[in-house]
C-alpha cells in the first residue's frame, strides 16, 4: 500500500483510539474521587517506564528491521526471537510480582501482572511498525481500543465502580486479550517452523541497548515534570496535572499515527526536499493540534467542573504541540532510520538534564504546578532548536520561527480568556491568517487537494444523476 493508504489506515485506527481516549478520560474522572483517580495515574505513569524490560531487545529488532518485508524475514529467527522475548519477560514479571507481595503493595503487584501483557503489544506494534505491516498494526490497535473502552465504560455505568483497583485490572485484561489473540495468529503463521539459534539474536542486545536508554531518557523527559509533581506538591495537585496530561495525550495518539508511518518511510529513502515540506506540515499540524484545547475547555468548565483548576496547565501543556509532533515524528525516527543510536542517545540524555534543570528551577521559583508545565514546554523548544544542528537542512528559517512566535504568544494570550469560545474563535483565525501568509505554497496545496475532492465528488454525482 502506499504512503498516503498506510496513512489513512494507522490515522483511522488511532482516531478511534483517540475518541475512545476522550470517552474515557472524562468518563473516569466523573466516578472516581480526586484521591482515586490519583491512584489510578499512580499506576499508569508507572506501567509507562517497564518497556525497560525489553533490555534493548525489542529495540534491536525494530533497528534490525526497519524498512524491510515480512515476506523477506527468516522466519526460523524470527520465532527464536518472539521465544526469547516472551522467557525474558516471565523473568521480570515474576520478579517484581515477589517484590510486590513482599512489601505489599497493590501498585507493584499490579505493575507485575502487566507486565507480560503489556511488553508483548508493544513488541508486536514494534515490529508491526518496522516492516511495514500496518494492517496487522492496525487490527491490533482496534482489538485492544474497543476491548479496554468496553471495559471501563462498564466498570463506570454498569457497576458503577469508584475504586481505582477495578480500572487497573481493566488495563491488564484488556492487554491479556490482545496477546491471547497476537499470540493464537503468531501460532499458526509459524507452526511447523523450528526455532534456530543465531549469533544475531545476541545482537539485538547489544545494537537495542542505546536505542532502549535513549527511549527510557525520552520516557523520562516526558514524565519528569509528574515526577515533580509526585514529589513536590500534593495529591490532589497530582490528579489535576494528570487529568492535564491525559488531554493532552489524547491529542498525542494522531500524532504518532504520522510518527508510525515515516519510521518505515524514512528508513528506506531520506530524501531532504520531501522531508523539509513534511516539516512545515507538522508545524502547521501542530499549531492546529492547539487549538483543540479549546474544544477541551469547554467539556470541563461545563461537564467537570471539579477539574477546571487543571485548564491552565493544559493550556501551557497544548503550547508544545508544534514542536513535540516535529520532534517526535522527524528528529526522532531520522535518528533511529540514519542507525545513529549513540548520538540519539546523547542528544536525549542533554535534552532530560536541560529539563530536569528548568523543572527544578521552577519548583525553586514557586510552589505553583504550572511553572512546571512552562518548564516541560521550554524542554520541547530547545530540543526543538537543539536538533536542528544534527539536521541542517530542516534548521528554522525566519518565517517559521516568527510564525511559531506569533502562535504561541496568541495561543497563550486567548487559551487564558474567560470567554473561552470567544478565545478559540480569534486563535482560529489567527491560524488561518498565519498560515496563508508565512506558509502560503503549503496553503494553496490543501486548498487545491479540498477543491479537487469537492469536484470529483460533484463528477460523480453527475454520473448518478
Known amino acids: 500500500m502506499s504512503l498516503k493508504g498506510n496513512i489513512l489506515r494507522v490515522f483511522s485506527a488511532n482516531f478511534l483510539n483517540m475518541i ?11 466516578a472516581l474521587s480526586v484521591n482515586e483517580y490519583s491512584n489510578l495515574k499512580t499506576y499508569t505513569f508507572y506501567i509507562s517506564y517497564i518497556t525497560i524490560f525489553t533490555l534493548g531487545f525489542q529495540e534491536g529488532m525494530y533497528i534490525k528491521y526497519g524498512g524491510k518485508n515480512f515476506k523477506d524475514l527468516d522466519k526460523s529467527l524470527l520465532k527464536t526471537e518472539h521465544l526469547a522475548y516472551v522467557i525474558l519477560q516471565i523473568l521480570f514479571a515474576s520478579l517484581f510480582f515477589i517484590v510486590g507481595i513482599l512489601i505489599n503493595n497493590k501498585i507493584i503487584i499490579f505493575m507485575a501482572i502487566t507486565i507480560i501483557p503489556f511488553n508483548m503489544v508493544g513488541f508486536f506494534r514494534a515490529n508491526y511498525q518496522a516492516i511495514g505491516e500496518f494492517k496487522r498494526y492496525t487490527k491490533l490497535i482496534y482489538i485492544q481500543t474497543l476491548t479496554y473502552l468496553i471495559l471501563n465504560l462498564l466498570l463506570v455505568f454498569i457497576f458503577k465502580s469508584n475504586n481505582y483497583v477495578y480500572f487497573c485490572l481493566a488495563t491488564i485484561v484488556s492487554n491479556i486479550l490482545v ?54 506538591f500534593t495529591v490532589e495537585d497530582f490528579a489535576y496535572y494528570s487529568f492535564a496530561l491525559s488531554m493532552l495525550n489524547l491529542i498525542n495518539v494522531l500524532v504518532n499515527s504520522i510518527s508510525v508511518i515515516f519510521y518505515n518511510y524514512i528508513s528506506k529513502n531520506e530524501v531532504e526536499e520531501s522531508i523539509k515540506k513534511l516539516k512545515n506540515y507538522l508545524i502547521i499540524l501542530g499549531v492546529f493540534s492547539s487549538f483543540l484545547y479549546f474544544g477541551f475547555a469547554t467539556v470541563v468548565n461545563l461537564i467537570i467542573k471539579k477539574y477546571i483548576p487543571s485548564l491552565s496547565i493544559i493550556s501551557i501543556s497544548f503550547s508544545a504541540y508544534p514542536y513535540m509532533i516535529v520532534i517526535n515524528a522527524l528528529f526522532v525516527n531520522l535518528y533511529k532510520a540514519r542507525k545513529d543510536e549513540k548520538k ?67 495561543f497563550l494570550i486567548t487559551s487564558h480568556l474567560k470567554n473561552w469560545i470567544m478565545g478559540g474563535f480569534i486563535y482560529l483565525l489567527v491560524i488561518i491568517m498565519t498560515v496563508y501568509f508565512f506558509f502560503n505554497d503549503e496553503f494553496n496545496e490543501v486548498a487545491y487537494i479540498i477543491k479537487l475532492k469537492d469536484k470529483l465528488k460533484e463528477n460523480e454525482l453527475n454520473k448518478i444523476n
Open 20 to 30: 475512545s481516549g476522550i470517552v474515557i478520560a472524562f468518563v473516569i474522572p466523573m
Open 179 to 232: 496477546t491471547i489473540c497476537i499470540e493464537f495468529s503468531v501460532y499458526k503463521n509459524f507452526k511447523g517452523i523450528r526455532c534456530k539459534y543465531d549469533k544475531s539474536i545476541l545482537k539485538n542486545f547489544k545494537v537495542g541497548f542505546f536505542i532502549l536508554m535513549a527511549n527510557l531518557s525520552v520516557m523520562l523527559f516526558y514524565g519528569l515534570d509528574r515526577w515533580f509533581i509526585k514529589i513536590f
Open 344 to 410: 540519539y542517545l546523547k542528544v536525549v540524555t542533554g535534552m532530560l538534564i536541560i529539563s530536569f534543570i528548568y523543572n527544578f528551577l521552577a519548583v525553586i521559583i514557586s510552589d505553583n504546578p504550572i511553572l512546571i508545565a512552562v518548564a516541560t514546554t521550554l524542554g520541547f523548544i530547545t530540543w526543538y532548536l537543539y536538533s536542528a544542528k544534527d539536521f541542517k537542512y530542516l534548521a528554522p528559517n525566519k518565517n517559521e520561527i516568527i510564525f511559531l512566535g506569533i502562535n504561541l504568544i496568541v
